[in-house]
């Protein structure tokens, strides 16, 4: 019997993209938190090829810093779910869409009714700010990302990337589908890091607008774009490209969702693919 590498699995075409995007955490990120020197290696074979590179993240933009560097400062990257364009070469916001904070007061109050154990924090292109309860007490651990703690008034009293909200007892699926009944009207809902912690941009906004808008400014249609990723969250993207990978150790939907599947992230199912891409 001949086993199939899973980065072969489908009808992957010898023909290279004009633009790769990728998912960070669980898909080129391995479980220890390092990206392998395989997988930049790979990346570089993007750029190099005349492809452009983009980085399509939950992350805000103050954690792309060591990512930045991992990858030499290649690619642009789309932060905090499709709110925030930010380019890597030069580690600077180029474009912010925001929640208003009329819309961040109206989704708290309606998602606190619904589910009272829930703790909150908001995004903001320069930081974020977060109710005592949802730092659980790590305080420190809090404000050395960048946050800071605030009362709930001063919580919903300004705009933001996203908005965050965590039950610590919560499945992330079940609590998904309550969250977008409240207030799917308001806000895009989704999740990423298998614990049932929401994060929620404007209405609208997720990884494939703000990847279609920028294939759209630089002339790339989406048959033209292959995508990977590993969870909810980069399910639009995935679904909107016209070639979409998920590695192994993905969830469900996604692998469900995908037109081809590679590796796990720490066996570099990502490197795999654009290897045979960009030889």
């Known amino acids: 019997m001949v086993c199939v590498p899973h980065a072969l699995e489908g009808d992957m075409t010898d023909i290279s993209p004009r633009l790769i995007?990728?998912?960070l955490d669980g898909t080129i990120v391995r479980s220890d938190g390092t990206i392998s020197a395989r997988t930049v290696a790979a990346l570089a074979r993007v750029e190099r090829a005349g492809?452009?590179?983009v980085m399509v993240t939950g992350r805000p933009p103050r954690w792309m810093k060591d990512v930045a560097a991992a990858v030499?400062?290649?690619?642009?990257?789309?932060?905090?779910?499709?709110a925030v364009l930010y380019d890597l070469h030069t580690e600077t916001v180029l474009e912010a869409r925001q929640i208003p904070s009329p819309v961040i007061a109206e989704t708290v109050a309606r998602l606190r009714a619904v589910e009272?154990?829930?703790?909150f924090a908001v995004e903001q292109p320069d930081g974020f700010?977060?109710?005592e309860s949802y730092a659980l007490g790590r305080w420190d651990a809090a404000r050395a990302l960048g946050g800071r703690p605030v009362d709930a008034e001063s919580l919903v009293g300004h705009s933001g990337t996203k908005l965050l909200?965590?039950?610590?007892?919560a499945h992330p699926d079940?609590?998904?589908e309550k969250a977008e009944e409240a207030v799917g009207d308001l806000v895009t809902v989704t999740h990423s890091s298998g614990r049932g912690l929401l994060e929620m941009s404007a209405r609208g906004v997720t990884k494939a607008s703000a990847l279609a808008a920028l294939c759209l400014k630089h002339g790339i249609p989406s048959d033209a774009v292959t995508a990977f990723g590993d969870m909810p969250n980069d399910l639009p993207m995935l679904t909107w490209a016209g070639t979409s990978y998920a590695v192994a150790n993905a969830h469900p939907t996604v692998l469900a969702a995908v037109t081809h599947k590679t590796s796990r992230n720490?066996?570099?199912?990502?490197?795999?693919?654009?290897?045979?891409?960009?030889p």
């Open 116 to 119: 009272p154990e829930l703790r």
């Open 266 to 278: 720490d066996d570099d199912g990502v490197a795999e693919v654009l290897e045979r891409l960009f």
């Open 21 to 23: 995007a990728t998912d």
């Open 174 to 176: 079940a609590l998904l």
């Open 165 to 169: 909200a965590f039950h610590p007892q």
């Open 72 to 82: 030499g400062h290649r690619g642009v990257a789309i932060c905090a779910n499709g």
């Open 51 to 53: 492809a452009m590179l």
């Open 129 to 131: 700010v977060f109710e």
